[in-house]
Each structure stands twice: as structure tokens, then as C-alpha cells.
């Protein structure tokens, strides 16, 4: 269980074109989803955090204007790239929260995308 | 600010020799995760550990939450080749947030 696909795998794309990444949970309903952005040999970025049928919290510095996320439902959020430029090239990867109980409340756990390749020429 | 130091950021070791990945903060939370990332994919989660002091393993992996929930290690015993890979740690805290580790990039020399 707590599948979660993205689509596509790599992008190439000419430089001032938008390119739309989509997020699917397969097998659960997430409330929240992550987007992460990963230059080679570092950690994870975080982006933004979406959630369903609200507008998209943005991480400091990240543009929302230029990075657009949309959460139409339960199981798919997308990330659209507009305008790209090759200082935009990067590894995408989103992740799917789930909530589970403990004794003492609820805690978060994030499953992962594949991820996407963005190559802007 | 939440923070979590992971360390060491890079380990290069021989295959059958052991190892230890630590995550530390001075904040408690309310779970923590491992992850493990090859090249080109996304993180798969390894484990969540929730109970201070808890002990969860998983083959060769063991995973330590400190009492107080600030802390955790990944102890990896005749470390493999196929071990290797980029490893996170994640800690949740205030219900949904969660901040990452740095990561430790793991290379098993055959």
C-alpha cells in the first residue's frame, strides 16, 4: 500500500515553455501533498505543501507564480513549471501524507513519488 | 526554528563493516521516519519510530528513537553494497510538519 506515482518520469522542454508534473496517491486519499525539489546530491527541498481544495502554502523563496500546484482532489495534485528557463532544471519529487493514530495523537508519514527529471533547454 | 543535524553527511566504508547514522535535535517530536533514496528515484520509507525509546528492525537495519524523541540512529550490521544510497531522516512534529535531515550518502565498497 501508500503508492504514490508521478507522472511524467523526465521532461525536456525548450526554455519559456510550461511543463505540468502530476502527483497520484494510487491506493489512499491524501489531504496533504508535498513538493520537493532535489539538486544533485542534496537533500530534499521542500516547495510547498498542498492541500485539497484550499490554495498552496510556498515555501520562502519559491515563487508561487512561477510555480503553480494545484490540489483538485483527494489523490492528484499537480506542479506546473511556467515559463521555464534552465536554472529551473531539476529533480521534482512529490510525496503523499497519510495520518495515522498513537496513543498520544496523530503523527505524519510521507510517501514519496518517483520523481521528475526537468531538463529545460 | 526546527532543526535536525543528521551526520555524517558522507560515509565510504568496505562491505561487512558496520555503520551508524545519527539525527539530532533539540526539539521533541512526534514521530520520526528513515528514508532511503537510490539515484534518479524518490525516498521509500524504511521506518517510523513514534515511542520514546523505541527499537525497530528491519534485517540488518536497527532503528533507535531516543527517550525524549529528539534523537534517532540507523545502525546497519556487514554493511552490503546494495546499501547503498542516500539516506534521510525526517521528523514530524505539531501534527503534520515535518522537517528532513540533510541526508547521509552511504557508498559499500564490494
Redesign the interface.
Known sequence: GAVVSQHPSWVICKSGTSVKIECRSLDFQATTMFWYRQFPKQSLMLMATSNEGSKATYEQGVEKDKFLINHASLTLSTLTVTSAHPEDSSFYICSASTSQPTRTGLYNEQFFGPGTRLTVL | TQLLEQSPQFLSIQEGENLTVYCNSSSVF??L?W?RQEP??????LV?V??GGEVKKLKRLTFQFGDARKDSSLHITAAQPGDTG?Y?C?G?YG????I????T?LFVKA
Do not use: I, W
Open positions: 512526534s514521530s521516519q528514508y534518479g528515484e524518490g525516498p521509500v520509507l517510523t513514534v515511542t542516500l534521510l525526517a514530524t501534527g503534520f510538519k515535518t528532513f535531515g540533510a541526508g550518502r
